[in-house]
């Protein structure tokens, strides 16, 4: 068994959350946690003893294959600066795979999970307090879009209460981990009720409409797992059927939703947003780098710097990380969506789960990486390297620790 215990558990579940979309991390603009991050991994590295034997799988062969092609791409456009974007890359990606390989898994990710739940909690009771008293005796830190409480585990736009962020540099980043926790929970681990609701309320006060969708959907799959449906193969051609119509008649889908609760999904069908039309778009402007550059892309920093050149007046963000990933370091960027993937190129990968449970996973984790920028994201990259290289039985034991 892999060294570690609940201390350990916490101290790596802090250092995932501070170097995934922290709001100080994002305001400071530092390197001290990817400092703090290599550290921790230093640590478990030294303090683990090695396996034996390491699976051949794609799981951990994927890490290899991006690193290499990251360095391939940095060498082709040298420059300091892609260097340094490419290096942060590498450094993010492969501290997440050696905490997957080194750490009690299980108890990391259940860990994880109660601090997302702590901070749902925590914002929540900041969204009620702020949107009713002055709370002008909390400490704040001021950006460039305005003042922000500054409590470490929870921060919120002093002057509005409109979307909630947990601790994260925007609520789109929230939902996205609320999502993972949810994920982890039904699928690798034991939900109770109360953990759903807490992640409902969550992914309510962020107003974030990406994220319910996607939160519907792994709620689909909570539900048929807690009915011991979701192995039925009736019950999986039905959802298939359903998921293939909903694609085709997605107009009416959308206009339903925004007709139930304009509040959450009216997004859905104002095409001149800017955030509709950046999720629209951000995917073909880095498509068109990669078609120029395919080999070796154009390294992090170039290709930002020619993403920003192409965009429109509404393209106002990197939103489509797939795409990002091959448009910077060319044709073996694929291997991140591969990642996305791979839960439904094996039966013996998570094999404790059904088809459709592979499907949902594998959905719930494309639709995210592709709602906002993941690239720097270490919780993301350990959830791809998890699902790609685990294996599993009923109980789940496995799944969390194989090789």
């Not at 068109?288 to 429109?312: C, H, I, N, V």
Request: aromatic share 12%; net charge positive; proline share 3%.
């Amino acid at each position: 068994m892999p060294f570690f215990g609940s201390a350990g558990a916490l101290i790596v579940a802090v250092t995932l959350i501070i170097n995934s979309g922290y709001y100080l991390s994002t305001i400071r603009d530092s390197y001290l946690p990817l400092i703090l991050l290599i550290l921790v991994t230093g640590f478990l590295a030294v303090m683990t003893p090695p396996r034996k034997r390491v699976a051949m799988n794609f799981g951990n062969v994927a890490p290899f294959l991006l690193l290499f092609g990251i360095g391939v791409s940095a060498m082709a456009n040298f420059s300091l600066s892609n260097i340094l974007s490419g290096g942060r890359v590498a450094v993010t990606m492969i501290c997440s795979y050696i905490i997957l390989v080194r750490v009690d898994t299980k108890q990391l990710l259940k860990t994880y999970a109660g601090l997302i739940r702590l901070i749902i909690l925590l914002s929540a009771l900041l969204y009620i307090l702020s949107s009713q008293f002055s709370l002008s005796f909390l400490p704040t830190i001021t950006t460039s879009n305005g003042a922000y409480y500054n409590l470490f585990l929870v921060t919120q736009k002093v002057s509005s209460t409109a979307r909630v962020s947990g601790a994260f540099w925007e609520p789109g980043v929230f939902a996205s981990h609320i999502v993972l926790s949810m994920l982890f929970d039904v699928y690798f681990l034991k939900i109770k009720a109360i953990h759903v609701l807490i992640y409902l309320l969550g992914m309510f006060i962020t107003g974030s409409t990406a994220g319910m969708l996607i939160m519907l959907l792994v709620f689909i799959g909570y539900l048929l797992k807690k009915t011991r449906m979701s192995g039925k193969k009736y019950v999986e051609v039905l959802f298939f059927v359903l998921i293939v119509i909903g694609i085709l008649s997605y107009e009416s889908v959308f206009s339903l939703l925004s007709s139930i609760s304009p509040k959450f999904f009216s997004k859905l069908m104002d095409t001149d947003s800017s955030t509709f039309f950046t999720r629209m778009n951000s995917p073909l402007v880095n498509l068109e780098l990669f078609a120029e550059k395919p080999l070796f892309g154009w390294g992090f920093t170039d290709a930002a710097t020619q993403y920003s050149l192409r965009m429109d007046t509404k393209l106002v963000a990197q939103t489509s990380t797939s795409t990002q990933i091959m448009s910077a370091i060319g044709i073996l960027g694929i291997v991140y969506t591969l990642l996305c993937l791979s839960p439904l190129f094996s039966k013996k990968r998570l094999s404790h789960l059904s088809l459709m449970d592979k499907g949902i996973i594998s959905a719930s984790l494309l639709l995210l990486v592709n709602k906002e920028p993941h690239i720097f994201f270490a919780i993301t990259w350990l959830t791809l390297f998890l699902v790609a290289r685990s294996s599993g039985n009923e109980n789940g034991e496995s799944v969390c620790n194989s090789a």
